[in-house]
């Protein structure tokens, strides 16, 4: 016979709201992710962003989505490309993710070619998904990007990864 327990209250426990808009955001920064690069052709030329909101959807169809911020100035071009491509980054490229954060025409000095939709493919990267858009649903402050996946590219390597606002590798137990 087992004994129900009442739940143990959570150190800093808070419900989401305005007020506590950083704790919230912080709290899910307690989630390590992979680093993605989300790259598209647009009317001013490649463009590129940082996102760890990458997700695999389905195997059949082969579908993957990731979540762009409305408030990003880049949102427009990401939202209403016909095609785009998901780069899963190595450890040994937070400089482009960086570049990628901060300037979304950040390509000089990396090494990228466009492929036959115009959309840039940065190298080196672990997989790569060329995608075509399937989908956008509205989802709060960010949109759900649905893509269809088209081509799929990989190499071996160890994952860039993003935990508490900061990049870092993986270590095997």
């Known amino acids: 016979m087992s004994r129900e327990m009442p739940p143990l209250p959570m150190p800093d426990s808070f419900t989401p709201g305005a007020d506590t808009a950083r704790a919230f955001r912080n709290a899910l920064g307690r989630f390590a992710t992979g680093v993605t690069v989300i790259t598209c052709d647009s009317a001013q030329g490649p463009l590129g ?23 990003s100035k880049r949102f427009d071009a990401f939202t209403k490309a016909q ?4 780069h899963i980054m190595s450890d040994a490229q937070s400089d482009i993710c960086s570049g990628f954060t901060k300037d979304g025409s950040a390509f000089s000095g990396y090494d990228w070619h466009a492929c036959d939709k115009g959309v840039p493919l ?3 990267c672990l997989s790569r998904f060329e995608c075509t858009l399937d989908a956008v649903h509205d ?16 190499q ?13 590798g993986f ?3």
């Open 49 to 71: 962003i940082t996102a760890n909101s990458f997700a695999s959807v389905s195997l059949d169809p082969p579908l993957v989505l990731w979540s762009p911020a409305k408030a």
């Open 83 to 86: 095609h785009f491509a998901i």
């Open 122 to 124: 940065i190298s080196h």
């Open 139 to 154: 989802a709060g402050d960010h949109a759900i990007v649905l893509g269809r996946v088209t081509r799929v590219s990989t």
């Open 156 to 168: 071996s390597g160890k994952p860039l990864m993003f935990y508490s606002g900061k990049f870092g």
């Open 171 to 173: 270590l095997e137990a």
